[in-house]
């Protein structure tokens, strides 16, 4: 019971193939306790069962992340009913799956905006808004991919958000670390949920990534979920600002193995 007695937020829980319910799991299962926030009513349908099946004590909060009030009402609210918490999980991006294809440089200057709204600037109102009542020793952690870091075809608008974001991470951790609290990021695999059901060619992506990994596989939402349950826990009560790759070792490889080359070659031909 790893986190026996600690409190925390989930923000972006969508449904139960999302990376954020893999925390959410990992976490309930270590003895947390939990608020999930939800963007709105229709979505309150959907979280509302995966939060009964957790483990321990939940709460829902609503929260619309594109709206400052909501925001700053959510975290009140959390110090109103738990006072001091210990973790916050930011799982939320968003960009016009219709821009996520074609040339980045196409991207409009309304989704650029939204985009970098949705996807990096709540991580740090959230990071604002919660550390008036994050314990000392407590964790914030955000979700990335590796499309921040180097070009991964659709993904486009998304990789720069994603790039602002893991900086976002750096300055957070340290800003909050005057107050004993740590901030990190988990750059996870690619993993079907419904927010990469909007990149385009996603499965082929999978198997691209299948291929070429060290492991010779993809990751899981639980897996991730392990991570995130270290992070946020005292197990890595020395490490902030940092991003952790959680990709099957997908990151580290600059040439393919020669012996997967058959394979390889049979999956760029459906590209």
Same mark, same amino acid.
């Given at each position: 019971?790893?986190?026996?007695?600690?409190?925390?937020?989930?923000?972006?829980?969508?449904?139960?193939?999302?990376?954020?319910?893999?925390?959410?799991?990992?976490?309930?299962?270590?003895?947390?306790?939990?608020?999930?926030?939800?963007?709105?009513?229709?979505? +309150?349908?959907?979280?509302?069962?995966?939060?009964?099946?957790?483990?321990?004590?939940?709460?829902?909060?609503?929260?619309?992340?594109?709206?400052?009030?909501?925001?700053?009402?959510?975290?009140?609210?959390?110090?109103?009913?738990?006072?001091?918490?210990?973790?916050?999980?930011?799982?939320?991006?968003?960009?016009?799956?219709?821009?996520?294809?074609?040339?980045?440089?196409?991207?409009?200057?309304?989704?650029?905006?939204?985009?970098?709204?949705? !996807?990096?600037?709540?991580?740090?109102?959230?990071?604002?808004?919660?550390?008036?009542?994050?314990?000392?020793?407590?964790?914030?952690?955000?979700?990335?991919?590796?499309? !921040?870091?180097?070009?991964?075809?659709?993904?486009?608008?998304?990789?720069?958000?994603?790039?602002?974001?893991?900086?976002?991470?750096?300055?957070?951790?340290?800003?909050?670390?005057?107050?004993?609290?740590?901030?990190?990021?988990?750059?996870?695999?690619?993993?079907?949920?419904?927010?990469? !059901?909007?990149?385009?060619?996603?499965?082929?992506? +999978?198997?691209?990534?299948?291929?070429?990994?060290?492991?010779?596989?993809?990751?899981?939402?639980?897996?991730?979920?392990?991570?995130?349950?270290?992070?946020?826990?005292?197990?890595?009560?020395?490490?902030?600002?940092?991003?952790?790759?959680?990709?099957?070792?997908?990151? !580290?490889?600059?040439?393919?193995?020669?012996?997967?080359?058959?394979?390889?070659?049979?999956?760029?031909?459906?590209?």
């Amino acid at each position: 019971m790893l986190m026996e007695g600690k409190k925390g937020l989930i923000m972006g829980l969508a449904n139960d193939h999302s990376i954020a319910f893999g925390i959410a799991k990992a976490l309930s299962e270590a003895g947390a306790q939990i608020a999930i926030s939800y963007q709105n009513e229709a979505l +309150l349908k959907r979280v509302k069962p995966l939060a009964e099946s957790l483990e321990t004590e939940t709460m829902l909060i609503e929260c619309n992340v594109s709206d400052s009030v909501s925001v700053e009402n959510c975290f009140k609210t959390i110090g109103e009913k738990w006072g001091k918490i210990d973790f916050v999980v930011h799982a939320i991006a968003f960009s016009d799956k219709d821009q996520l294809k074609g040339r980045t440089i196409d991207t409009t200057l309304d989704n650029f905006l939204n985009t970098m709204h949705i !996807s990096c600037y709540s991580f740090l109102e959230a990071c604002r808004c919660a550390s008036p009542i994050l314990n000392e020793g407590g964790a914030v952690l955000t979700l990335t991919y590796l499309g !921040s870091e180097k070009y991964v075809p659709n993904y486009n608008m998304m990789g720069i958000a994603k790039a602002a974001l893991e900086a976002s991470v750096r300055y957070a951790a340290a800003d909050l670390g005057a107050q004993g609290v740590r901030v990190n990021a988990i750059s996870a695999g690619p993993i079907r949920t419904l927010a990469a !059901s909007g990149i385009g060619d996603f499965k082929k992506m +999978l198997k691209y990534n299948e291929i070429a990994a060290p492991l010779s596989r993809n990751v899981t939402k639980e897996e991730v979920g392990s991570m995130a349950l270290a992070l946020l826990s005292p197990l890595s009560s020395a490490v902030t600002g940092e991003v952790v790759h959680v990709d099957a070792g997908f990151h !580290s490889v600059a040439m393919f193995n020669l012996k997967k080359s058959a394979d390889l070659v049979e999956t760029l031909k459906e590209f």
